[in-house]
């Protein structure tokens, strides 16, 4: 989707870096979520936002952060990176509650 | 156990052919949303259902929930192969939430 741009699309980086995903979108929609995909596991939702700085965890939050400091941009830190965390990252964004979700185009993120 | 079920996990039909693909929720169901997937892309969102009974169409593709079943289906029509793809079922089980979870899929093949 237009509105939504997820950078970087792809990222190989090593065990232990820090690594910092962006989620930006142009639709001024207040909800924002990252969700990760496996092969067997489908989407999971990492963390999400209902507003400038507020932020709540998702169901595999563990090992992630984030923060969202304007409307437009929601930023996933992954502080010390582990290979469990090689997968597809996927940033939503929601008008509101009544709403459907839009999805970015992802980042393949690879921790060796 | 998974929240949301779908089934099959995977289909291979005919062009031509109708099928049937089902999500069904573990928990009360307060919005069912339709996806579709091509590997290695985004999320493409068919539709939002909202209310028991609910039935929506675009194209050849009908969504219906059953509120009573906590169960939606979706159903195609004289498929062809632009309907391959992997389909995905996401919903709000908690009321006022703001988290959509998903069910695992289902990987869709249309053979010409």
């Known amino acids: 989707d237009a509105g939504i741009t997820q950078s970087p699309r792809h990222k190989v980086t090593e065990t232990g870096t820090p690594v910092t995903l962006r989620c930006h979108q142009t639709e001024n929609h207040r909800y924002m979520y990252w969700y990760r995909q496996d092969p067997g596991h489908g989407l999971r939702l990492i963390h999400y936002s209902y507003g400038v700085k507020d932020t709540d965890k998702g169901e595999v939050s563990d090992g992630y952060s984030v923060s969202r400091s304007k409307t437009e941009d929601f930023l996933l830190t992954l502080e010390s990176a582990t290979s469990s965390q090689t997968s597809v990252y996927f940033c939503?964004?929601?008008?509101?509650?009544?709403?459907?979700?839009?999805f970015g185009s992802g980042t393949r993120l690879t921790v060796v | 156990s998974q929240e949301l079920e779908q089934s099959p996990q995977s289909l291979i039909v005919q062009e031509g052919k109708n099928l049937t693909i089902n999500c069904t929720s573990s928990?009360?169901?307060?919005?069912l949303y339709w996806y579709k997937q091509k590997y290695g892309e985004g999320l493409i969102f068919l539709m939002m259902?909202?209310?028991?009974?609910e039935e929506k169409s675009h194209e050849k593709i009908t969504a219906k929930l059953d509120e009573k079943k906590q169960q939606s289906s979706l159903h195609i029509t004289a498929s062809q192969p632009s309907h391959a793809g992997i389909y995905l079922c996401?919903?709000?089980?908690?009321?006022?939430?703001?988290?959509?979870?998903f069910g695992k899929g289902t990987k869709l093949s249309v053979i010409p």
């Open positions: 996401g919903a709000i089980t908690g009321a006022g939430s703001y988290q959509l979870t």
């Open positions: 939503a964004t929601r008008l509101g509650l009544a709403y459907g979700y839009t």
């Open positions: 259902l909202q209310k028991g009974g």
């Open positions: 928990k009360t169901l307060y919005g």
